[in-house]
C-alpha cells in the first residue's frame, strides 16, 4: 500500500486504471459512460471493443466528443496517463505492462477474447488499482478476465442486462457471482467518480482500523453467518471490507460497521466475498499433470483392487478443482487400465457454492483452461453450457462443511487443498494440519496451492514434490503442540440426532423392550410367515421361512414369487391372489412339495389380509406355510394338480417361448436400428458443433457489423444537419441559383429563384428548354452549352423584361474525382479528374447597383467639371493678381518718392496721399485675393515651430491693446488654464487668423465698445487645446449675413454704407481654420455683439525640440556658430587644445593643424566651401601664418578669397594687426584668447560672409531681371 | 594633486589661475591637464640648449611657444619674463645674427626667466 501511495506523486501516472470491456451495443453505452465521466477522475481508461479488423475505425473520434479527456487510439509501447482514454486499434490484442501498453496482432483463426486478454494483464499490472467493467455485448468475452481482477482484489462494475442492448456480456460476467457492482453506464460514470475519490484515501482510511471494530464485524459475520472468521488472515478480510467500503459508499469503518450491524445482507455478502473463492479448473495445470503422474496413477496401481479410493477436497468453492481431480482419476484409470471404486468428498463452507457444484454446469468460457479433448470426453454441451458427465459426476460427494466445526472425513488417501491456507492465521493453519493428520491414512498424500506450504510439519508431511507443493503423509509421524481451538459444537445449524453405540447401551442397565421379547417368543413358535405388500414385496418374515424362501441368484429382490421355492410358485401366487380377490383367509392343503430330497410331503398353505387395529384393510398381507400338524378352520381348499391344469400350463408355455423368441427377434433389430441411430446422431453431432462455430463466427461477424452500423449512423445524422444547413443557407441567400445537369435538366433551384422565374417543383427535371426566360437580351440555352464544351465559368449582365436587372453566371458543376489508375512513374501518380456533371446558374438582382452606377457616374462628371471650372478660376485670379501687383509696387513706389519731395504744393500733397492710402488699400485687397487663391490652390502648408504656447497670444494683445486704444476701445485680454508649455504651433497662420478676427471686432465696434480676448487652455493626450475668444459690444451679425458669411467676398453691408475691405478675411480665416484641423464657432446678436470661438489643437514639444529651439533661439551669435567647419592653425599645442575646446563648446567642428603649410594643403585638398573659417596662428615654423593667409587668397578656388582668416597673435603691436590685415585677413585677436572675442569675432565673419552672398544673389538676379 | 594649494602657491608667484580657467571655460580639468603637458615638456631647456649655441631663430620660436603658452596657462610671471626674452630676440634679430651682439644664459632677462620657471617647478612639484 505505502508502495502505490509513493506511485501516486507522479503527476500523470493514473491512480488507477479501468479497462472497459464492449461489444455489439457498447457504443451506445460508452457514450452514456463518458458523458457522465468526470474528466479529473486520476484515472487512465481503456477501452477494448470488438472491432472489424479491416475496418478503420471512428470510435476515438466519435466518443471524442462526448468527453473533453483526450481520446487516443492505442499504439505500442504507449504510456498510460491519468485523466486519458485508449482506444484499442483494430486488429489488435491489448495488454498492460507495468504503465505501458502493448499491442499484438491477433489470430483470425481463433475466437479471440480480447477483454479477457487485456483483464488479465491489468489484474497483473495494477492488482487492487485495477478496475475492470464490462458492457453490453454478446458472447462471454471478459467473463473470464474478472476472475483475475477478483484475484488481485480489483474492483468488477458491470452494466445491468436491462440497460444493455445485448446482454450476454453482462449476464455471463454477473454469473461468476463475483460482481461488485452492477449498474447502467451513467451511474457507472457516477461510481467512477466515487472510486476516483475512495482510492485516493484508501490507506487513510485502513488505518483508520482497530481491534475493537474489527471484532465487531467478526461477531456480526459469526451472528449471520456461524463461521468464526476471528483467524482468518486479517489482510484478506481488511481488503475485502477495503472493496465493500467503495461499494458501499461508506468512508470508513466505524460507518461500515453501522451499516454491517443494520443490514444482514451485507454481511451476506461480506461473508461470501471472505470466502470467495477463485477457482478454475486445472489451475496450474503443470502441477495437476504432476499429480496425475505421481500421486494417483500412484494410487491406481497400489493398494487392492477392490479398496475405495477416498480423496477429499476441501474448500472445493464452485467444484471445479474437484471435477478436475475426479477427470485426472478417470484418465489415469483408462491409462493404466484399472478400474477402481472412487470416491470424492468435495466440501465448501459456502452453501450456494456447493449448490453450484453439485449441479456440475458451467459456462463456455472454461474452454479456455479444459482442453478440447477432455471438454468432448468429460462434458456434455447444452446450449452455451457445459455439463460434467454422468459418470464424473458420481464419482464426488459435495457437502456443505466446516473444516474446523464438522468432524473431518477418515482413512483418505488424498487431500487437495489448494487456495484455503492462505484465508487462515497462523494458528487455523496448524488447526488444519493437525486435522489432515487424522484424516489422512499413512502414505495419504496432501495437495496444497502455489502459495502455500506445510512450514514447520516436515516430520508429519514429507515433501514428494515440492515445486508443485505435494506432500505424502507419515501417520507415526509427531505434530508439535500447538493451542486448539475450541470446537463449538453450538453453531451447528443442525442439532444432531442422536446415536446409539454398543458403548452407549452397555453402560445402561439391561432393559428389553416387551415388543422385543414377544417377537423373540412368536419366532420361536410360528409357522413361517411372510408380510408382503401390495407389490408383492416381502417385508418381514417370521418363523422358519429359509425352507420355503430361497435367495435367488443374480439380482436381490424382495419380489415373493422370485424368492419363493419353485414348486411352490403356482401355489402360491394362486393362494394370495384368491385371497385378495374374496378379502379374507384362504386356506390351501395338501399341496406337494419336496423339502427335504427324497421325502415329499404336502404342506399347507394360508394367506390372510391384514387389518389394523380398527379392522380396516391395510397393503399387507400375511402368507404362512403350515408343515405337519394342521387343524384348519374355515375356508380350507384341496389344492390338487390335475392333469388338464398341467397341459394347459404346458401349453402357455410354450406360446411363452415362442414369443419370448419373437421378442428376443425385435430386439436384436432394435438394436441395429439403435446402433445406426447412434450413428446418425453422431453426425447430427458433428454437423452441430459446426453449426456452433459457424454460428459464433456469425455472431462476431454481426457485433462487428453492429459496430459499423452505429458509426455510420452517427455519420449519418452529422450529413443529414449539414444537409439541413446547406438546405437554410440557401433558402434564405438573396441569389438565385439553378442547378441543371448536362441535358440541361433542372435538378434543384432555391426558393429566390422560384419567386423570380415561377419555377415550380414540378419542374425538376423538366428541361431548361422548355422554361421562358423573361431575358430577351441573352441566348441562355446558348451559353449553358458554351460553358458545357469550355468548361469555363460565363458571367452576363442582362436585363430581364420585368425591368429589373440581373447578373448571371453560368457555371460548371464538377465532381471531383481522385484518380488512382495512372499509377505510372509520373510525378502526378495521382491526379484529381474533374468530371462534368452539370451548370450551376446564378442570378444576382443587381437592379439597385446599375441603377446607383449610373448615378455615380454622372455625379463623377459634373465634379469633374466644377473642379476644372474652378481651378481656371483660380488660375485666372492668381494670374491676374500677381499682374496687378507689380504694377501697383511702381504706383506705390512712385507715389512715395514723390511724397519725400519737399516742393510740393498742398494739393499735389494731398492727392498723394490719398493715392497713397488707395494704393495701400488696393494692395491688401491683392495681397489678400493673391492668399485666397493660394489657400485655394493647397499652396499654403504650415509650418510649425515650436514655441511657449503664451508668447504668441500676449504680443497680438500687445499690439491689439495699442490700436484699441486709438481706437477708442476698451480692450482686455486673459489667458485661463496655461502651463505655459512649448508646443508645436504654426505661429504665422494662427496670429492671422486671431488678428483678422481681433481687428474685424474693432471694427464692428463703435467708440467706447468693448473687445475681449481669451484664451482658455486645457491639456490631453500630448496636446494643448487653445479656446480663443473674442467678443466685442458691437452691432452683431443680422441673420441674412450669417449663412453666407465665411464665404469668399461677402460683406455684410448696410444700406449705402461702404465698408472697407475684401470681404475676404472671415473666408480666410476659415480655410486657415480647417487647415490648422480647428473648429471655428460663432454666437451673435444684433445690437448687442458677437463673439468668435476659434478651437485648435497643438502638440506638445519634446524635449529634444524644445532643447534644440533654445540653441536656435537662445543667440544669435551662436546660430551663426553652430555646425561650422573651422580650421585651427596653431603650433603651440596648449593652445590648440584650449581653442578646440572653446570652438566644440559652439557645436563648432574645428580641424588643426601645426604650420602654415599644413593649413594650405588642407584647405585646398577638401574643396571649396568646406571650411566656414580659418583661426590662423601668425607665428607658426615651415610657413607662418601671414604667408599661408597671402597663397590661400591668391589660390583661385571658389572660396579661396573670401573665406575668413582669423589672425592669432601674442604680439598687442598695431603694426602687427596691420600686418595681418595686409596679409589678406580678416581680423586678427590677441592671444591669450578670450572665448567671447573669438566667437564674436567668428560670428561677425559669418554674418558678414552670408550678407556677401546674398548681395551677391540678389545682384546677379537683378541682372538676370535686366 | 593638491590643487588648492598649487592654485594659491601660483597666485603668490602672481599668475592668474582663475583667468586661466575662465578662459578655457571653467574646465578645471583641461587646465590642469595643460599645466602638466607645459610641466613636462620642459620647453624651457630648449630655449637654454638653443641660447648656448646661439641659435637664435630657434632661440625666439621657442621662446614664442613659451610665451603663448604661459599666456593661455595665465602664469604671468613666467610670460612676463619670456616676453621680454622674445622682445630682445625680435628686435635684436639682425643685430643677432650679425654678431653684433650676443644673447646667451647669463643674460640677465634669462636668469630671471630660468628663476621663475624653477619656483613654478617647486610649488608644482610640491603640489604633486
Not at chain 1, 766 to 782: A, C, E, V
Amino acid at each position: 500500500m505505502e508502495k502505490k501511495m509513493t506511485k501516486k506523486g507522479n503527476s500523470t501516472q493514473p491512480n488507477c486504471v479501468v479497462g472497459i470491456g464492449a461489444s455489439a451495443g457498447g457504443l451506445e453505452a460508452l457514450q452514456q459512460l463518458l458523458t457522465y465521466l468526470p474528466s479529473n477522475t486520476g484515472m487512465a481508461f481503456v477501452i477494448i471493443q470488438h472491432l472489424a479488423p479491416d475496418h478503420k475505425s471512428l470510435l476515438s473520434e466519435i466518443l471524442g466528443k462526448y468527453t473533453v479527456m483526450p481520446v487516443i487510439e492505442a499504439a505500442n509501447g504507449m504510456r498510460v496517463q491519468k485523466n486519458h482514454i485508449y482506444m484499442i486499434p483494430p486488429k489488435y490484442n491489448i495488454e498492460i505492462e507495468s504503465d505501458t501498453l502493448r499491442l499484438q496482432e491477433y489470430d483470425h483463426s481463433k475466437i479471440n477474447h480480447p477483454v479477457d486478454i487485456f483483464f488479465r494483464s491489468l489484474a497483473v499490472a495494477y492488482e487492487n488499482r485495477s478496475i475492470a467493467v464490462i458492457l453490453s455485448g454478446t458472447g462471454s468475452d471478459g467473463t473470464n478476465g474478472i476472475r483475475s481482477i477478483k484475484e488481485a482484489n480489483g474492483l468488477i462494475i458491470v452494466q445491468s442486462p436491462e440497460s444493455s442492448k445485448f446482454d450476454g456480456m453482462p449476464r455471463n460476467a454477473i454469473s461468476t457471482g463475483i460482481v461488485d457492482m452492477i449498474r447502467n453506464p451513467e451511474n457507472i460514470a457516477r461510481e467512477m467518480a466515487h472510486i476516483a475519490s475512495s482510492i485516493a484515501d484508501s490507506s487513510a482510511r485502513m488505518q483508520l482500523s482497530d481491534n475493537e471494530l474489527m471484532s465487531k464485524v467478526f461477531s456480526i459475520l459469526k451472528q449471520v453467518t456461524n463461521i468464526n472468521y476471528q483467524y482468518y488472515k486479517q489482510t484478506t478480510i481488511l481488503r475485502r471490507i477495503e472493496r465493500r467500503l467503495v461499494v458501499t459508499h461508506n468512508t470508513n469503518l466505524r460507518e461500515y460497521v453501522t451499516y454491517l450491524s443494520k443490514n444482514p445482507d451485507e454481511a451476506k455478502v461480506l461473508a461470501k466475498e471472505v470466502l470467495i473463492g477463485v477457482t478454475c479448473f486445472f489451475r496450474d495445470p503443470e502441477y495437476f499433470d504432476t499429480l496425475k503422474e505421481r500421486v494417483i496413477k500412484e494410487l491406481l496401481r497400489s493398494g487392492s483392487k477392490s479398496e475405495q479410493i477416498r480423496v477429499w477436497v476441501a474448500g472445493c468453492s464452485t467444484g471445479e478443482e474437484a471435477y478436475s481431480i475426479a477427470i485426472l482419476f478417470m484418465e489415469a484409470m483408462e491409462e493404466l487400465n484399472i478400474r477402481r471404486d472412487i470416491k470424492i468428498f468435495a466440501t465448501d463452507l459456502d452453501g450456494d457454492a456447493i449448490n453450484k457444484a453439485g449441479r456440475g454446469v458451467y459456462g463456455d468460457n472454461i474452454i479456455e483452461d479444459v482442453s478440447v479433448s477432455r471438454l468432448s470426453r468429460y462434458f456434455t454441451r447444452k446450449g452455451n453450457k457445459y455439463v460434467v458427465r454422468h459418470d464424473i459426476r458420481t464419482m464426488i460427494i459435495f457437502a456443505q462443511h466446516n473444516v474446523f466445526q464438522d468432524p473431518p472425513f477418515g482413512k483418505l488417501d488424498l487431500i487437495s487443498c489448494r487456495n484455503l491456507l492462505i484465508y487462515f492465521q497462523t494458528v487455523l493453519q496448524r488447526n488444519l494440519f493437525s486435522i489432515f493428520h487424522v484424516a489422512l491414512k499413512d502414505k495419504g498424500y496432501l495437495f496444497l496451492g502455489r502459495s502455500e506450504s506445510v512450514f514447520d510439519y516436515d516430520d508429519v508431511y514429507r515433501v514428494i514434490s515440492a515445486n508443485e507443493k505435494i506432500f505424502m503423509h507419515n501417520a507415526s509421524g509427531k505434530l508439535p503442540v500447538h493451542e486448539k481451538i475450541d470446537y463449538s459444537m453450538q453453531t451447528m445449524d443442525r442439532a444432531l440426532e442422536p446415536v446409539y453405540s454398543a458403548a452407549h447401551e452397555l453402560n445402561e442397565d439391561i432393559q428389553y423392550k416387551p415388543s422385543e421379547l414377544e417377537t423373540k417368543v412368536f419366532e420361536e413358535f410360528m409357522p413361517a410367515c411372510a408380510l408382503i405388500d401390495d407389490n408383492n414385496e416381502v417385508w418381514r418374515t417370521y418363523g422358519d421361512i429359509s425352507l420355503f424362501l430361497v435367495v435367488p441368484v443374480g439380482m436381490m429382490t424382495a419380489d415373493l414369487y422370485s424368492l419363493v421355492r419353485e414348486d411352490l410358485k403356482i401355489a402360491v401366487s394362486t393362494v394370495v391372489r384368491e385371497s385378495r380377490l374374496q378379502g379374507k383367509k384362504v386356506i390351501y392343503d395338501s399341496i406337494p412339495v419336496e423339502i427335504e430330497a427324497g421325502h415329499p410331503e404336502n404342506i399347507a398353505l394360508s394367506a390372510s389380509p391384514v387389518l389394523d387395529r380398527r379392522g380396516e384393510r391395510t397393503d399387507y398381507t400375511a402368507v404362512v406355510f403350515i408343515r405337519g400338524i394342521r387343524n384348519f378352520e374355515g375356508d380350507i381348499r384341496q389344492y390338487r394338480i390335475d392333469s388338464a391344469a398341467s397341459q394347459r400350463i404346458m401349453n402357455l408355455e410354450n406360446e411363452l417361448k415362442v414369443a419370448q423368441e419373437n421378442l428376443r427377434q425385435t430386439v436384436t433389430e432394435l438394436e441395429s436400428v439403435n446402433a445406426e441411430l447412434q450413428a446418425a446422431n453422431e453426425e447430427l453431432l458433428t454437423a452441430n458443433e459446426e453449426l456452433q462455430s459457424s454460428n459464433e463466427e456469425l455472431q462476431s461477424v454481426n457485433e462487428e457489423l453492429y459496430t459499423v452500423n452505429s458509426e455510420y449512423q452517427i455519420k449519418v445524422n452529422e450529413l443529414a444537419a449539414v444537409n439541413d444547413d446547406m438546405a437554410n443557407f440557401l433558402s434564405t441567400t438573396l441569389v438565385g441559383i439553378l442547378m441543371v445537369d448536362r441535358n440541361l435538366n433542372i435538378r434543384k433551384f432555391t426558393e429566390y429563384i422560384a419567386t423570380e422565374f415561377n419555377i415550380v417543383d414540378q419542374d425538376v427535371g423538366r428541361s431548361l428548354r422548355y422554361l421562358s426566360f423573361n431575358f430577351g437580351t441573352i441566348d441562355m440555352i446558348g451559353l449553358c452549352k458554351e460553358v458545357l464544351e469550355t468548361m469555363k465559368p460565363i458571367e452576363k449582365h442582362c436585363a430581364s423584361v420585368a425591368g429589373k436587372t440581373y447578373l448571371i453566371r453560368i457555371a460548371p458543376y464538377n465532381i471531383i474525382e481522385k484518380n488512382h489508375e495512372n499509377q505510372n512513374l509520373d510525378s502526378d501518380a495521382i491526379t484529381e479528374q474533374k468530371k462534368l456533371k452539370g451548370l450551376v446558374l446564378t442570378f444576382v438582382d443587381t437592379t439597385k447597383q446599375v441603377d446607383d452606377q449610373q448615378q455615380i457616374e454622372e455625379m463623377a462628371k459634373a465634379l469633374r467639371q466644377a473642379v476644372k471650372s474652378s481651378q481656371e478660376k483660380e488660375t485666372f485670379l492668381s494670374h491676374m493678381s500677381h499682374d496687378m501687383r507689380t504694377p501697383m509696387t511702381a504706383i506705390l513706389g512712385l507715389t512715395q518718392l514723390e511724397l519725400a519731395k519737399t516742393d510740393l504744393t498742398e494739393d499735389t500733397r494731398d492727392s498723394l496721399s490719398k493715392i497713397e492710402i488707395s494704393s495701400r488699400y488696393l494692395m491688401g485687397l491683392i495681397d489678400e485675393i493673391l492668399e485666397t487663391s493660394r489657400i485655394n490652390a493647397g499652396k499654403v502648408v504650415t509650418l510649425t515651430t515650436t514655441v511657449r504656447e503664451n508668447t504668441l497670444c500676449k504680443d497680438i494683445s500687445d499690439i491689439i491693446s495699442g490700436q484699441a486704444k486709438d481706437a477708442g476701445l476698451e480692450f482686455s485680454f486673459r489667458i485661463n488654464g496655461s502651463q505655459d508649455h512649448y508646443v508645436l504651433m504654426d505661429t504665422e497662420h494662427v496670429e492671422r487668423i486671431l488678428l483678422n478676427l481681433l481687428s474685424n471686432a474693432m471694427k464692428f465696434t463703435p467708440a467706447h465698445g468693448k473687445v475681449k480676448f481669451m484664451v482658455d487652455v486645457s491639456y490631453e493626450n500630448g496636446q494643448s487645446i487653445h479656446t480663443y475668444r473674442i467678443a466685442d459690444t458691437g452691432k452683431g451679425i443680422s441673420p441674412g449675413f450669417r449663412n453666407h458669411m465665411f464665404l469668399p467676398f461677402e460683406q455684410e453691408t448696410n444700406g449705402s454704407e461702404v465698408r472697407e475691405g475684401t470681404g475676404l478675411g472671415l473666408y480666410i480665416c476659415r480655410s486657415l481654420v480647417d487647415l490648422l484641423g480647428g473648429t471655428i464657432s460663432y454666437t451673435s446678436e444684433v445690437g448687442k455683439g458677437t463673439e468668435f470661438v476659434v478651437t485648435l489643437k497643438y502638440d506638445l514639444a519634446t524635449e529634444e525640440q524644445i532643447r534644440l529651439q533654445n540653441r536656435e533661439t537662445r543667440n544669435y551669435e551662436d546660430q551663426l556658430l553652430y555646425g561650422k567647419n573651422v580650421l585651427v592653425a596653431e603650433d603651440n599645442h596648449i593652445n590648440a587644445e584650449v581653442i578646440v575646446k572653446m570652438l566644440n563648446t559652439k557645436g563648432i567642428h574645428a580641424e588643426l593643424v601645426r604650420d602654415g603649410q599644413e593649413v594650405i594643403e588642407l584647405f585646398r585638398s577638401q574643396g571649396p566651401y568646406y571650411y566656414q573659417a580659418i583661426l590662423m596662428d601668425i607665428m607658426m615654423p615651415v610657413k607662418n601664418g601671414l604667408q599661408a593667409t597671402r597663397e590661400i587668397r591668391q589660390m583661385g578656388t571658389a572660396d579661396s578669397a573670401n573665406v575668413p582668416i582669423i589672425g592669432l597673435t601674442a604680439d598687442v603691436e598695431e603694426e602687427t594687426e596691420a600686418r595681418c590685415y595686409e596679409a589678406g585677413m580678416n581680423a586678427c585677436i590677441i592671444k591669450p584668447i578670450e572665448a567671447d572675442k573669438l566667437f564674436s569675432a567668428l560670428a561677425r565673419e559669418f554674418e558678414e560672409k552670408s550678407m556677401r552672398i546674398l548681395a551677391e544673389n540678389s545682384f546677379q538676379e537683378g541682372v538676370n531681371d535686366l | 594633486m593638491n590643487t588648492e594649494s598649487l592654485y594659491a602657491g601660483l597666485e603668490r608667484e602672481g599668475c592668474d589661475v582663475k583667468g586661466a580657467i575662465r578662459r578655457m571655460l571653467g574646465d578645471e580639468a583641461l587646465y590642469l591637464h595643460l599645466l602638466e603637458a607645459f610641466y613636462q615638456e620642459r620647453t624651457w631647456e630648449e630655449l637654454q640648449k638653443a641660447l648656448e649655441r646661439k641659435d637664435y631663430e630657434a632661440a625666439f620660436q621657442t621662446a614664442h611657444l613659451i610665451k603663448g603658452s604661459t599666456a593661455t596657462l595665465g602664469l604671468t610671471s613666467i610670460y612676463e619674463a619670456v616676453s621680454r626674452i622674445v622682445e630682445k630676440l625680435r628686435s635684436d634679430s639682425l643685430a643677432l645674427m650679425n654678431g653684433e651682439i650676443s644673447m646667451d644664459v647669463w643674460d640677465p632677462d634669462f636668469q630671471e626667466f630660468e628663476s621663475r620657471i624653477r619656483r613654478f617647478m617647486k610649488i608644482y612639484e610640491s603640489c604633486h
